[in-house]
């Protein structure tokens, strides 16, 4: 079973606020990601990092920003939110030493801006 | 670049009948494969993963898999299925040599039914 969670799970918020999406992983893993999936549609990398300091764009661009202050810390920030960010965000991890890709997957944080 | 094809966004099927998810990748260069699999408000869990060696790979929930080369598929097979195998299923790609980003497909929604 994976430790790795997210906060909110969900949230509903009015344009223009700031919000920060909370991903934690108790299990010492150097990479984590970040991805956004909306419904119907395959999930697109957003952010991802290979350890402290380190932060990636993906392959999707997105007005979010991430930190990497500590390793099993990897929270995604919106300044200012906006109807077209309402979508699932899902938080991943996985351990450099395996190098295969597998990744271990949070609950997701279903975001609603209003 | 790699992407991923999941031709089939919905697959109905009775209980206790056998199943095929069909998955096709492109890539220029030698890839590890996946699915995962998403249950109701949950996040992706690993059914089970191609590195290498007997192309018959058989994961978690009496789910397998088949990777050809030549007809670059990757298909996901179980012989019969229960009304709990009901999710989401994604098939996903990353390269050999960055097996750090994985690419997902859009998905196909499983409906077992009674």
């Known amino acids: 079973e994976a430790d790795i969670y997210q906060t909110p799970r969900y949230l509903v918020i009015g344009t223009g606020k700031k919000i920060t999406l909370e991903c934690s992983q108790t299990?010492?893993?150097?990479?984590m990601y970040w991805y956004q999936q909306d419904p119907g549609m395959e999930l697109h990398l957003i952010h991802y990092?290979?350890?402290?300091?380190?932060?990636e764009k993906g392959d999707l661009s997105s007005e979010s920003t991430v930190s990497r202050i500590r390793t099993e810390h990897f929270p995604l920030t919106l300044e200012s939110a906006r109807p077209s960010h309402t979508s699932q965000y899902l938080c991943?991890?996985?351990?450099?030493?395996?190098?295969?890709?597998?990744?271990?997957f949070g609950e997701g944080s279903r975001l609603t801006v209003l | 670049a790699q992407s991923v094809t999941q031709l089939d966004s919905q697959v109905p099927v009775f209980e206790e009948a056998p199943v095929e998810l069909r998955c096709n990748y492109s890539?220029?260069?030698?890839?590890?494969l996946f699915w995962y699999v998403q249950y109701p408000n949950q996040g992706l869990q690993l059914l089970l993963k191609?590195?290498?060696?007997?192309?018959l790979v058989k994961g978690i929930n009496g789910f397998e898999a088949e990777f050809n080369k030549s007809q670059t598929s990757f298909h996901l097979r179980k012989p019969s299925v229960h009304i709990s195998d009901t999710a989401e299923y994604f098939c996903?790609?990353?390269?050999?040599?960055?097996?750090?980003?994985?690419?997902f497909g859009s998905g196909t929604r499983l409906l077992v039914r009674p």
């Open positions: 191609y590195l290498s060696g007997s192309t």
């Open positions: 996903a790609v990353t390269r050999m040599d960055s097996s750090y980003k994985l690419i």
């Open positions: 991943a991890s996985s351990n450099f030493a395996t190098a295969t890709g597998e990744l271990f």
């Open positions: 990092s290979y350890g402290v300091n380190s932060t």
């Open positions: 299990m010492g893993h150097d990479k």
């Open positions: 890539s220029s260069v030698s890839v590890y």
